[in-house]
C-alpha cells in the first residue's frame, strides 16, 4: 500500500519519533550518572568496566564479547585479507581456474598461523561430513538430518569441557574462542547451502574432486569465515563468471566503505565510553532502578548497538568480497525505522533472510500445498514454524532464545492473520464506510502496529540481554503509569508511521529491493 500521508503531519511524527529517541537516551545517560557516578565504590564492582582512551579518561563498558571478537579479527587479519586479494586478482589474470585453490589455501594458511592447527581441525570437520555425505550418494533429507544432529551436538559440545581441553583455551585469548564458536555456526550454513544445492543439481550424482575444490573454496572463503554474512553458493559462483569492474573502481569504492566504517567503528567505542547499560546488567538490582523513559533508552541503546556492530562487521567483510567480484548482501536496515517482524526478518540480516527462504520456507510450503485440504495460510504458518524451528537450533537451544523465537513466530503469525483479514470483503466495506480515504487507512494500520512493535521490540531484548532483562520490559510494559503508557504508544504510533514512510528506501549495498 503507497503511504499518502500530508507532508507536515508525516514531518510531526518524524519530529517526534527522533525526539522521543534522543530524550530516552539523554533520560538513560543522565539516571546513570546519578547512579554510578556518584557511587565510586558501587562503578568499580562493575566488572565488564574497562579502561577506556587515556584522552578521555573514563571507563569503558567492554560487556559485548561479540564485538570486541569482530574487531579482533578484523585487527588481526586486515593486511593478511588485503594480501589474499592481491595474489587473487593476479591468479584471476593468469589463470581464473587456479582461483579456488587458491582460497582454499590462503584459508588454511591463515588460521593454522593466527588460529592454531586445532581451530583448523574443527573447522574442516563440517565440511568433511558433508563432503563424504556426497561422496556417498547422500539426498536431502540426509543433508538436513546431519544438519539437525551437527547444530544440536555444536550447541552441546559447546558447554562440554573436553571440547574446551581439546582447543587449549588457556592459551587463547577469549576472542579467539568466541572466534571459533562464530565461525562453526557460519559454516554450517555454508555446508547446508552447498550441499542441497548438489542435491537439487540432477545432472550430479556423486562428489567429484572438482566438486570438492567448489564446496572448500566457497565453505572456508576466508573474508566471510568467521564474521558473515551468509552469501549463498549460487552467489558466490556468480563471482568467477560476472564481468568485473575496473581494479580502480573496485579499489575506491572499498576505501570509501572502509573509511565510513572506521567512523562507525570510532562512534560505535566512543560511545561504550559514556553508556555503561550492558555493563550494568551484571546487577540486575541497577537495572530496577531505571525509570520507565530510561529502561527505554537502555532498549533503545541495546537495538541501536546491536545494528551498529552488524553494520560494521558485516560492511568490512562485504567489502573484501566485494574485491573478489562477489555481490554481498546489504547491510542491516536500522532498527529505529523498523515497525513490523517481516520487515525485521527480510531487512536486517539479508543473507540469512535469503538462506531461511530459499533452503526452508519455500520447500516446505512447496511441499505442504501438494495437499489441498487446508487453506493456504496454515501451510504458511507451518512452514514459517519449521523456519523458526532451525532459527532457535542455529542461535542455541537455550531459554532466552527460545522466548525470543516464539514471539518472532507469534508476531509474524499476527502479521499473517492480519494480511488475510485486509483481503476480505468485510475489510474493504469497513474502508470504504468507515476509513474512506487512503491516508485514513495509514493512520488505522498505524494503530494496529504499534502493539506489535511493542511485542517485536521485547522479543529481540531476550535476544540482546537475556532472560532477566526480557522479563523486566514485559513487566515495565504490562504495568505502566497513565502518563507513561499515553508517552510510549505516541512514540510507536510515530514510529510505525516512520516506519511505513521510509520502507521503500534501501539500506547501504542495496542494489534491488529484497523480495
Known sequence: MKYTLPSTELYVYFCSWIFANLYSLYKLIEVQRDVLEKDTELLLNLSDLQPGWSSLSRLKDGSDIEWSSWKYFLHTSWHYLIFQFVISELIREASICVLKYWY????????????????????FAQPFIYAMILICGGRKLSIWITSILLLLSYNSLKYKYYFWNFLDYEEMQDEEVYLILFSVAWIELRCISYSLDFAEDKSTKVLTLNDAVNMFSYILYLPLLYMGPIILYEEFEKSFINKREKLKTRLKRFAIDITILQFYTFILDLTFHYIYFFAMQSNMQLIRKLPTIALCGGGLW??????????????????FSRLDNMEPPPTPRCIARIHVYSQMWRHFDVGLYRFLVKYIY???YGMLCKFNSLPKIIYKLIASLATFLFIFVWHGTVWHILIWSVLNYSGVTLEYIGQVIS??????????NILKTRAMEVRFIAFL???????????NFYLFAGSEV??????????PSLINSIILILSLYCCCHVSMALEDVQSRGSCVKTK
Open 470 to 479: 526480557g522479563n523486566l520490559f514485559f513487566e515495565c510494559f504490562s504495568q
Open 104 to 123: 582454499i589455501l590462503s584459508s588454511v594458511i591463515f588460521i593454522t598461523i593466527y588460529m592454531g592447527f586445532r581451530q583448523l581441525v574443527i573447522i
Open 423 to 432: 483481503k476480505h470483503e468485510l475489510y474493504e466495506k469497513f474502508r470504504v
Open 362 to 364: 519455500k520447500p516446505g
Open 449 to 459: 502496529c504499534s502493539p506489535l512493535l511493542a511485542l517485536s521490540a521485547i522479543s
Open 302 to 319: 541495546m537495538g541501536l548497538e546491536f545494528h551498529m556492530k552488524y553494520v560494521i562487521s558485516y560492511g568490512s567483510t562485504a567489502a
